[in-house]
């Protein structure tokens, strides 16, 4: 089957460091993906990993250890604006862009 | 980026009623597209892949025969959810990618079945 798990809620205040964990057991992987939604609205694109390591962009950086099906989302310098919710979705097949989401992990900064 | 349009964004339609959604893709050709639904403060979930041309295919538990997807053309892919529920009330959204790096969503409809 496939899984992913994100922590349910988080709560940071502005200007902190925040961590946010994604852990996934999947048929197959082909790159995990981080996604932003603020609610009721559509997600939107915020990293992709296909290869072990650290990718780095902005205030926002995501890892990825493959042996471990693990990944975390690093946000810094946090502003209001970034509360909202984190979804970490795997693309399990190489033939497919099917992509399996998280739960998702609601932030909440605080000033 | 790539840009992809739904609509519409908001819905409200009668119990018994049917609904028809649309996907386009504005300046790329998608030949996949996927459809999502999610319930409030719920993740997405994966309803099926539209692959122009052919039929779609439905994740576990999704009821084809309630949520009609075609995809007539390389940039549209439609959802009509038929003889609709309060049940069915949730926020329907699609996605198309044309590489494996990032898939393009829609907006999103927000559906309510009163």
């Known amino acids: 089957g496939q899984n992913i798990d994100q922590p349910t809620e988080m709560t940071a205040t502005e200007g902190a460091i925040v961590q946010i964990n994604c852990t996934y057991q999947?048929?197959?992987?082909?790159?995990l993906f981080w996604y932003q939604q603020h609610a009721g609205e559509a997600p939107t694109f915020l990293s992709y990993?296909?290869?072990?390591g650290l990718e780095e962009k902005g205030r926002f950086s995501s890892f990825l250890s493959r042996s471990k099906g693990y990944s975390y989302l690093l946000l810094k310098e946090l502003q209001m604006k970034d509360s909202a919710s984190y979804l970490c979705?795997?693309?399990?097949?190489?033939?497919?862009?099917?992509?399996?989401f998280g739960s998702g992990t609601r932030l909440l900064v605080r000033p | 980026g790539a840009v992809v349009s739904q609509h519409p964004s908001r819905v409200i339609c009668k119990s018994g009623t049917s609904v028809k959604i649309e996907c386009r893709s504005l300046d790329f050709q998608a030949t996949t597209m996927f459809w999502y639904r999610q319930f409030p403060k719920q993740s997405l979930m994966l309803m099926a892949t539209?692959?122009?041309?052919?039929?779609?295919?439905?994740e576990q538990g999704v009821e084809k025969d309630k949520f009609l997807i075609n995809h007539a053309s390389l940039t549209l892919s439609t959802l009509t959810v038929t003889s609709a529920h309060p049940e069915d009330s949730s926020f329907y959204i699609c996605?198309?990618?044309?590489?494996?790096?990032?898939?393009?969503f829609g907006q999103g409809t927000r559906l309510t079945v009163v």
């Open positions: 539209s692959n122009e041309g052919s039929k779609a295919t439905y």
């Open positions: 979705a795997v693309r399990p097949s190489d033939s497919s862009y099917k992509l399996i």
């Open positions: 999947t048929s197959g992987f082909n790159g």
């Open positions: 990993n296909v290869l072990d």
């Open positions: 996605s198309a990618s044309w590489t494996g790096d990032e898939a393009f």
